[in-house]
């Protein structure tokens, strides 16, 4: 077998690297709304920590 039997994939290959690169994009998209929610989080920590503070 070489190389473009094996990216070729007897036919499939459309369905199974675009199987792999959707997974990778949720992957993706997962990561960055987590960071994103962590980044709010912590700035509504931040802004409830100062409120405390000033009474």
């Given at each position: 077998m070489?190389w473009?039997?094996?990216?070729?994939?007897?036919?499939?290959a459309?369905?199974?690297?675009?199987?792999?690169?959707?997974?990778?994009?949720?992957?993706?998209?997962?990561i960055?709304?987590?960071?994103?929610k962590r980044?709010?989080?912590l700035?509504q920590?931040?802004?409830?920590r100062?409120?405390?503070e000033?009474?």
């Open positions: 070489n473009s039997e094996f990216f070729a994939m007897n036919g499939y459309f369905y199974v690297w675009g199987s792999y690169g959707m997974a990778l994009f949720i992957f993706i998209i997962e960055l709304l987590v960071r994103h980044k709010i989080t700035q920590l931040r802004l409830m100062d409120a405390g000033g009474q």
